[in-house]
């Protein structure tokens, strides 16, 4: 998985390579930008599947930070609940108890 953390400057343009395998998303933390032909704001949340680029473009209509994410897609099953994602209820449940007998701690 790829984390970036990007600021640009009104006006300033960037040229990200992505693996065409990868999915991801850019969540825009200030400001006002586009990405390819997408305007997107603070709060704003653009997504790009696996293919779909192998430079994102990404330019700042006004001072600009956003994180990329972005990763090859595991392609399994996720199961998620509270802090724990496996890849069943029988793994979270088996997560829980784990967790309550003290078997996640790393004992020293």
Same mark, same amino acid.
């Given at each position: 998985? #790829? +984390? +970036?953390?990007? *600021? /640009?400057?009104?006006? #300033?343009? /960037?040229?990200? $390579?992505?693996?065409?395998?990868?999915? &991801?998303? =850019?969540?825009?933390? $200030?400001? *006002? &930008?586009?990405?390819?032909?997408? @305007?997107?704001?603070?709060?704003?949340? #653009?997504?790009? @599947?696996?293919? !779909? %680029? @192998?430079? =994102?473009?990404?330019? #700042?209509?006004?001072? =600009?930070? %956003? +994180? +990329?994410?972005?990763? $090859?897609?595991?392609? @399994?099953?996720?199961? %998620?609940? &509270?802090?724990?994602?496996?890849?069943?209820?029988? !793994?979270?449940?088996? %997560?829980?108890?784990?967790?309550?007998?003290? *078997?996640?701690?790393?004992?020293?």
């Amino acid at each position: 998985m #790829a +984390l +970036l953390d990007i *600021r /640009l400057k009104t006006g #300033a343009r /960037l040229g990200q $390579e992505v693996s065409t395998r990868d999915r &991801g998303f =850019l969540y825009v933390l $200030e400001g *006002r &930008g586009r990405i390819g032909g997408t @305007e997107v704001g603070k709060g704003d949340v #653009a997504w790009f @599947e696996p293919g !779909e %680029a @192998e430079v =994102l473009t990404i330019q #700042a209509t006004q001072p =600009l930070r %956003a +994180l +990329l994410f972005s990763g $090859e897609p595991i392609r @399994e099953p996720a199961v %998620a609940y &509270g802090p724990f994602v496996m890849n069943t209820t029988q !793994e979270i449940q088996q %997560a829980f108890v784990d967790y309550q007998t003290g *078997r996640m701690v790393a004992r020293r």
